[in-house]
């Protein structure tokens, strides 16, 4: 399986931006079941959880958010084109970072953890300037 993010970049605190993740090496039918997630890490710190949404097929897009980003960023999939989205709105400075896309290696599982990591995207920067 191959994570490709894209749309980082640079934006003014308050600012908006969307991040996109496309999956390859999975059938449609396949990536429909499996859950998705975006990580991120700020210099000097580890990878930390941002956003996890679970597979259509099997728990109907279910979303979980990290506590810092809850009610700003929304998690969605358009499993149609094996595409997973992290929108970002009211963006902070404390939100710069390398953005990763991942997925575990199976269908129950859920992105919550780094052990639970089985695929991680090349990442995208995301710099938010104040």
């Known amino acids: 399986v191959q994570l490709q993010a894209s749309g980082g970049g640079l934006v003014l605190a308050g600012g908006s931006m969307r991040l996109s993740c496309v999956a390859s090496?999975?059938?449609?039918?396949?990536?429909?079941?499996?859950?998705m997630g975006w990580f991120r890490q700020i210099p000097g710190n580890e990878r930390e959880f941002v956003a996890a949404?679970?597979?259509?097929?099997?728990?109907?897009?279910?979303?979980y958010y990290s506590d810092s980003v809850k009610g700003r960023f929304t998690i969605s999939r358009d499993d149609a084109k094996n595409t997973v989205y992290l929108q970002m709105d009211s963006l902070k400075p404390e939100d710069t970072a390398v953005y990763f896309c991942?997925?575990?290696?199976?269908?129950?599982?859920?992105?919550?953890?780094?052990?639970?990591?089985?695929?991680w995207g090349q990442g995208t920067q995301v710099t938010v300037s104040s």
């Open positions: 949404i679970r597979g259509t097929a099997l728990n109907g897009d279910t979303t």
């Open positions: 090496g999975r059938s449609n039918r396949a990536y429909s079941a499996y859950s």
């Open positions: 991942v997925t575990p290696p199976y269908s129950s599982w859920l992105p919550r953890r780094r052990q639970d990591i089985g695929f």
